[in-house]
């Protein structure tokens, strides 16, 4: 007998609680228990176990990846070469950030290839949406739109007539009537993106869900779904700076990490082809405390500018803030310049900032930091046409990082003609016309080469 029950789940991580908590012992947020309904002891549906026998792995016959393009270059990149067929992608982003936009752009390049699309939204209502799609520009009559909110609804739809692709706008918004909580709950979120899952596999539809992120940044509730899908896409950036990249942080079809840059215009998003460029734009000339570094996004090398500012605290405790970057990272090099090249940091404030409102994980750019710190610490400007690049360990030492050659090529493309590199990767290096590469074993011989 199917009886109902009542279970607590975090709105943050999905952590499953059958009493309500304070903090959630799964990611230490405060105050986000929320009490649902749960089905328990309900027929599961039961298979044919008997038709069910393992198959030896050479008798499996392999179907060709059936993947098609989006009309992006950029978006294509992201998804490691195209939509594949059967597939569930999970597109997340802070409010406002055009993910709608993207997918209603990329639902308009697929009709205009002969394909079918289905957007089903929760959220908005038809004449918003033929809005959004005006600014767009022209769509063909195989872009249908649905507006509702129950899943049996799309299920029914689909029964009928199978797009090639179907947009889901968003997951928070669908609910399914096999779960008694409210829309946006974790046990609803969980089983429509399940029940979408299916579809997907069953019905070879590429299917991409939209989901809000909390303010810290995940998908809005669980963590579980990112588990549960083939791919999850970050869009992120500064909303009032006008370009976005858009992440991969999973892919089952391609790798993680790359990135694609796109710039809000009041046409739509447009795909941005050389973004160092756009990192570089508005660099402050001949200042102290701005330097550029080269990291690797993906296969892809991007230059993206570093301030600094070092002034004397007039506090006990120095403040310390970094944005764009990992905060323990910046302290912990600001520690290796105070022990291994003897800067008095201690009683200084230290702010460090990517420009543009990228977020940059990639430990090449510790070499940067550190020319960044003590271009402002000394108030003297490091060569503008200078980059550098590195990773830096606690002893002082720089160490090698990956694809050293392609990132002085992306340097000299931009114009740059001295690269600070580790010396390791020089000495593999052969000789690059037109640029000077300075190959460094210590943070006290790098800083030499700026004093
Ligand atoms: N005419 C315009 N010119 C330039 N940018 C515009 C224009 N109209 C809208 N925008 C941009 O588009 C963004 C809205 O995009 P979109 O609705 O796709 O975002 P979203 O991520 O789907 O938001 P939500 O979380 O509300 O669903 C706005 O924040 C704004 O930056
Ligand atoms: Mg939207």
């Known amino acids: 007998m199917a009886k109902e029950k009542q279970i607590f789940f975090c709105q943050e991580c999905g952590f499953e609680s ?32 008997e038709a069910i026998a393992p198959t030896s792995i050479l008798q499996v016959e392999k179907t060709d990846e059936v993947r098609f393009t989006t009309g992006f270059a950029e978006l294509d990149r992201v998804l490691g070469g195209g939509i594949v067929r059967d597939s569930l992608v999970l597109v997340g982003g802070d409010p406002g950030i055009g993910k709608s936009t993207i997918l209603l752009q990329m639902c308009r390049n697929i009709t205009e290839a002969g394909k079918t699309v289905l957007y089903v939204s929760g959220e908005e209502s038809m004449s918003q949406i033929k809005m959004r799609a005006e600014r767009i520009g022209t769509f063909s009559k195989d872009m249908l739109l649905l507006c509702v909110n129950e899943l049996a609804y799309v299920e029914d739809y689909l029964k009928k007539a199978r797009p090639d692709v179907m947009i889901i706008d ?16 974790i046990s609803q979120i969980k089983e429509v993106t399940a029940r979408l899952m299916r579809i997907a596999k069953q019905m070879g539809i590429a299917i991409f869900i939209v989901g809000h992120v909390t303010k810290e940044g995940t998908v809005a509730g669980p963590r579980n779904l990112e588990h549960m899908v083939d791919t999850v896409l970050y869009f992120e950036g500064d909303r009032n700076a006008g370009f976005r990249v858009l992440r991969a942080v999973k892919n089952r079809f391609g790798s993680t990490n790359e990135i694609g840059v796109f710039e809000m215009t009041e046409t739509g998003l447009a795909e941005v ?3 160092s460029q756009v990192m570089l734009d508005g660099r402050p000339e001949a200042s102290s405390g701005s330097v ?29 803030t970094a944005v764009g970057l990992d905060y323990n990272r910046v302290n912990l090099l600001l520690a290796v310049l105070e022990k291994r090249a003897g800067l008095i940091l201690s009683g200084c404030d230290a702010y460090v900032n990517i420009a543009g409102g990228i977020r940059l994980d990639d430990p090449s750019s510790d070499l940067g930091i550190i020319y960044a710190i003590v271009s402002s610490y000394r108030n003297r400007p490091v060569d503008e046409h200078l980059v550098a690049f590195g990773e830096v360990g606690l002893s002082g030492e720089v160490r090698a990082v990956s ?3 392609q990132r002085v090529y992306e340097a000299q493309k931009m114009g740059f003609t001295t690269c600070v590199i580790p010396k390791s990767n020089k000495d593999k290096m052969k000789k690059i016309e037109g640029m000077k590469v300075i190959g460094v074993a210590s943070v006290t011989e790098a800083l030499e080469i700026i004093v």
Do not use: H, Y
């Open 18 to 49: 059958a009493k309500w908590m304070g903090q959630c012992p799964g990611c230490k947020s405060w105050n986000t228990f929320c009490e649902e309904k749960v089905v328990v002891g309900a027929k599961k549906q039961t298979l044919m176990r």
């Open 170 to 185: 968003s997951i928070q918004t669908m609910i399914t009537d096999d779960i008694s909580s409210a829309p946006g709950s």
């Open 273 to 275: 082809n050389n973004p």
């Open 292 to 320: 550029v570094v080269c990291s690797m996004e993906g296969t892809r090398p991007l230059l993206i500018e570093i301030q600094a500012l070092v002034s004397q605290t007039n506090f006990n405790l120095p403040r310390r």
């Open 403 to 405: 694809a050293a050659e």
